[in-house]
């Protein structure tokens, strides 16, 4: 045999072996590395092929008003989907008739989802109106493919009020996004304004998950593991607010032919009673889909309709700041009980003649605030000193935000010392300054939410309660009521020098000579005052804040109607018939108002005659 | 009776042929749980059958017959390969089916495998063959080179892949010398190297020019294969420089298949994700989600590997690989043992055949390997591959049968 010595030889059997064995044991490896070492990683790329996550919304928490009459609702809105896989094209036209949606918008729309998934439905149309829908749902079996869902809306019962106060949700933004993303996914709706956003952590619930087997073509082949690993969605939480509905949709009534602020508290507890803004706007607009036009028109009207004029404006208080004055002499005994001064019309100082309204003669405490004479209150800021009253003001709440439940509140604005050597520089200004500031000009700027809480101060005696609109807390898990705690203070001013203040409020209300006798309540003994805040940018303000009954108020107003003159015209009559309202349930009365004097804003009907009906 | 059987009856090669095949149906059942494809199931089912019947045929032939018959069946096959190339049916891309009768056929490039080793052995197994002659050597390369090139034609790159690594061991047996092997191995891996870049080609052609000079048998030879190494590499280089930037892609994804996963490296992505995700013991049988949900195209042919692999977990895969590597060390035991040199290098050839299948197939399933889509040995569906295999083991049987005599 002429065969080679290589042949078959031993050596060269264990070489072959060795080779075989090399291979089984690299791929040994492989094996361990990736089902032992990689496990988890590809387990979990396994899961992301095959199980698909279905979110579900939670419904977001109601709000109800004081009475438990519901006020804010979940509804449903309807959104029209279409699977492409299932879609007949020819359908197109009929469709986008059907939707009122243009041809080209609905057949990208559809392009879309199919270049996403062929077997996954696309939304086409969200939140269409339920006559869309009902034409829609007849025409269904002739359009295979198409579908809709049911999604849920902000609804809100009894109309259209306390839109300011209520807020609205709207489409999280990017930066919103950015900062608080774990809990949100992108196209989430979020409280954005008002209660809606102070609130958002109790009111948005929490999601619930469903879970689905997908195939490779990522039809759903039914629920995972039987739906043993879904998670329900929990329930957003409730707010049972300290508004009285029914008052606030009076006072908006009131005050929609003007623009400015209403907001009436209980004196005890700090609870809004109403909120008014004028202009404002239909929460409504907000919920489900926000067309580009209602939100450009709200959003680049003059008039500003989404600002809250409530509680981000500062207005300059005029007269209706004279009783923090007067509280703070005498507390600081800088006057006593007794004092007077001679008012003849007009206070001089320097070489400025700051005018009064009248000459009111022989003037005391009660009668300078009855009467409402601004040469007393010129001079007596002079005594008491710049900082000591702004010390006052600070006490009483003003120059900080009040601690309201609503985003974005006004600081208003207190000038102390410090604040004109800044402005003005040190010593370039002088206790000339101080005497507009005496009588709530100059400077001063309040919000009506302050004012309010100021005169709830007044009427309670010394209590400075914290004004907030939420009372309870509803928890849907445990469903139970949960009170929120709101913390008031004693303010440290002797409870006679608010008897005093008080009588003279009431007599400015109740008494012949008094400026706010159309304030007055038929058959109820109520007190307060009137301002006109002189406004360098257009017609006086008229101011008005007050309390009702006189011995143990159950409601504390403060009244701003911008630009329409004096406070004894607009906003006391206005004031009167709110708190009449609020203590009796109805108003049987008439009032009309008369147009208003100097300068107007651009675009109040002043000629309006209101017959009011509750 | 009984040392009958133990002397002439392989038990071990007839009992995991026996398991490796019934897992494989057990897998093929898996993958086509969803009712369009289970008519596969109950076809393998048949196929296994007639596969049984082959085997225990090829086994009770007397092998000198065989060796006989061999190059007449070589023959024939040629005829065949060369009938399909310009007649056949065309399956996946290639042309590579062979229809007796309406949608039953069979692939000619399977039983090819068969013959041309049968071809071989018998050549090499001549008294009159020495394969330190060079004629005599490049007669037996042509024996594999001829079907290698009409398979290629067809086209069929995996099984043409398969028959040049088969072969090498089957010289390395026959006898040939260390030098002649190497001579042959490097040009062809430098030129794969050149595919892979040029700093890749350059350090083949080191490592290529190191080992030719460690084996030389002479300087010249050495040269002269060092030679034909570089020209190979740098037509290679050439010619890769000249395709159009989609066919150079077409070349990187099929090397590095998970640069591309939506592609062509979706595959091998998601046999990656099923093998890997079923952990230790597995999802359970018929639980695997990639398996079910149907995430691996044709499972059932070239990607069964998977199914173990996301069902059994590591004990299930373990059991499989294991299974199919104890072919490959009896299939070399069984060449040492036989005295029959015809036998001994028909053992080496189908080794060699089942080894490569079984490399690439679970190498390309676990994402160590390029996509070359052939056959797991005796698991994949397909009619050719399972009886073709089995005739293999009839065969090995039959070798082991003989094993005493020469």
Not at chain 1, 84 to 102: I, V, W
Not at chain 2, 18 to 28: E, F, K, Y
Not at chain 2, 85 to 103: C, D, I, P, R
Not at chain 2, 320 to 346: P, W
């Amino acid at each position: 045999m002429i065969a080679s010595e290589e042949f078959g030889s031993p050596y060269r059997r264990l070489v072959l072996l060795a080779i075989v064995a090399a291979a089984c044991v690299v791929l040994f490896g492989r094996l361990i590395v990736l089902q032992l070492l990689y496990h988890e990683e590809l387990g979990k790329k396994s899961d992301e092929n095959s199980v698909r996550t279905l979110v579900k919304e939670p419904v977001r928490g109601y709000m109800f008003d004081r009475n438990g009459r519901l006020i804010v609702d979940v509804g449903p809105a309807f959104s029209v989907t279409v699977t492409p896989s299932e879609f007949d094209t020819l359908n197109y036209k009929r469709l986008a008739a059907l939707l009122d949606l243009e041809l080209p918008t609905l057949r990208d729309r559809v392009a879309k989802g199919r270049a996403y998934s062929r077997f996954s439905p696309v939304r086409v149309k969200r939140d269409v109106d339920f006559r869309t829908l009902s034409s829609l749902e007849e025409n269904l079996f002739m359009l295979p493919g198409v579908s809709y869902e049911v999604e849920s809306k902000r609804t809100y019962t009894g109309g259209q009020h306390a839109a300011h106060l209520l807020g609205y949700c709207k489409e999280i933004s990017d930066a919103q996004f950015a900062k608080l993303g774990a809990v949100y996914r992108q196209g989430d709706v979020i409280g954005s304004s008002g209660l809606e956003a102070s609130y958002e952590t109790f009111l948005r619930g929490e999601k619930g998950f469903e879970f689905f087997s997908v195939n490779a073509k990522g039809q759903s082949t039914g629920p995972l593991e039987s739906g043993k690993r879904d998670v329900l969605p929990k329930e957003g939480f409730d707010l049972i607010l300290s508004l009285d509905y029914g008052l606030q949709a009076y006072a908006e009534s009131l005050m929609t032919p003007f623009r400015g602020a209403l907001v009436a508290l209980d004196p005890h507890t700090g609870g809004i009673l109403a909120a008014v803004s004028k202009p404002d706007f239909n929460p409504e607009v907000f919920s489900g889909v926000t067309s580009a036009e209602e939100w450009n028109a709200l959003n680049n009207d003059p008039a500003k309709p989404l600002f809250n004029r409530a509680t981000q404006t500062r207005y300059p208080p005029g007269s209706t700041f004279k009783m923090l004055l007067a509280l703070a002499a005498l507390q600081e005994g800088v006057i006593d009980e007794q004092y007077e001064i001679k008012c003849t019309g007009g206070f001089r100082f320097g070489n400025r003649l700051f005018k009064d309204t009248h000459v009111h003669g022989q003037t005391d405490i009660i009668k300078s605030i009855q009467q409402s004479c601004n040469v007393f209150y010129n001079q007596l800021i002079l005594k008491v000193g710049l900082d000591l009253w702004a010390s006052y003001c600070r006490m009483f709440g003003f120059g900080k935000s009040a601690g309201f439940d609503l985003p974005e509140e006004t600081t208003g604005l207190v000038p102390t010392s410090a604040y004109y050597d800044r402005v003005y520089g040190p010593g370039r200004w002088t206790q000339g300054n101080l005497v507009s500031l005496g009588i709530g000009q100059g400077e001063l700027g309040v919000s009506p939410l302050q004012m309010a809480r100021y005169v709830a101060t007044l009427a309670n005696k010394g209590t400075l309660v914290q004004p907030h609109a939420v009372n309870y807390v509803r928890n849907k898990q445990s469903n139970r009521l949960e009170a929120i705690d709101y913390k008031s203070t004693k303010l440290p001013i002797k409870e006679e020098y608010f008897d005093i203040v008080r009588e003279a409020m009431r007599r400015c209300v109740q008494v012949t000579g008094g400026t706010g006798m159309a304030a007055g309540i038929p058959g109820i003994e109520s007190a307060g005052k009137t301002g006109t805040a002189e406004n360098p940018h257009g017609g006086d303000h008229s101011w008005f804040v007050g309390f009702a009954p006189f011995e143990n108020p159950q409601i504390a107003i403060a009244v701003l109607v911008e630009n329409v003159g004096f406070g004894a015209s607009y906003a006391a009559p206005i004031a009167g018939l709110v708190n009449e309202r609020y203590l009796k349930g109805e108003v049987k009365r008439s009032y009309h108002f008369a147009p208003p004097k100097r300068g107007t804003s651009k675009d109040s009907t002043a000629s309006i005659t209101q017959a009011l009906a509750h | 009776m009984r040392s009958y059987f133990k002397e002439f009856f392989d038990s071990k090669l007839f009992f995991v042929v026996v398991a490796v095949v019934g897992i494989g149906l057990l897998s093929i059942y898996s993958a086509t749980y969803d009712v369009r494809a289970a008519v596969n199931f109950k076809r393998q089912l048949v196929f296994a059958g007639f596969g049984f019947v082959f085997m225990l045929a090829a086994w009770l032939v007397p092998l000198k017959t065989l060796q006989r018959l061999s190059f007449i069946a070589y023959g024939l096959t040629l005829a065949i390969l060369l009938f399909v190339l310009v007649y056949g049916a065309t399956h996946k891309g290639a042309k590579s089916w062979f229809e007796l009768m309406q949608g039953f056929g069979g692939q000619p490039s399977e039983f090819a495998k068969i013959t041309t080793v049968l071809a071989a052995a018998s050549y090499f197994s001549q008294s009159s063959v020495n394969i330190a002659n060079l004629k005599h050597f490049l007669t037996g390369v042509c024996i594999f080179i001829v079907p290698m090139g009409l398979i290629l034609a067809q086209p069929d790159l995996g099984t043409t892949i398969v028959f040049f690594i088969a072969l090498l061991p089957l010289l390395y047996w026959a006898g040939v010398s260390n030098f002649t092997l190497i001579a042959l191995i490097v040009p062809i891996l430098v030129a794969g190297g050149a595919l892979f870049g040029t700093a890749q080609f350059l350090g083949a052609a080191a490592i290529g020019a190191a080992l030719l000079y460690y084996f030389r048998e002479n300087r010249f030879a050495a040269v002269a294969a060092f030679g034909i190494t570089l020209a190979l590499g740098l037509t290679v280089q050439i010619m890769y420089e000249r395709l159009a930037p989609y066919q150079q892609k077409r070349i990187s994804t099929f090397l590095n298949p998970e640069a591309d996963l939506q592609g062509a490296g979706y595959n091998v992505f998601q046999s990656k994700i099923a093998i890997g995700s079923g952990g230790l013991l597995g999802k359970g049988y018929l639980h695997g989600t990639q398996t079910q949900l149907n995430y691996i195209p044709e499972q059932w042919t070239d990607f069964i590997f998977c199914v173990p692999g996301e069902e059994f977990g590591f004990v299930g895969a373990s059991v499989v690989l294991l299974l199919l590597f104890t072919l490959l060390f009896h299939g070399v035991n069984l060449a040492a043992q036989s005295k029959n040199r015809y036998g001994s290098i028909v053992a080496i050839g189908f080794t060699g055949i089942w080894a490569a299948h079984i490399i690439i197939n679970t190498g390309m399933a676990m994402a160590l390997l390029p996509v070359i889509g052939i056959p797991l040995p005796f698991m994949s569906y397909g009619g050719s591959s399972l009886i073709a295999n089995m005739i293999m083991a009839g065969i090995l049987m039959n070798v082991y049968s003989n094993r005493k005599a020469y």
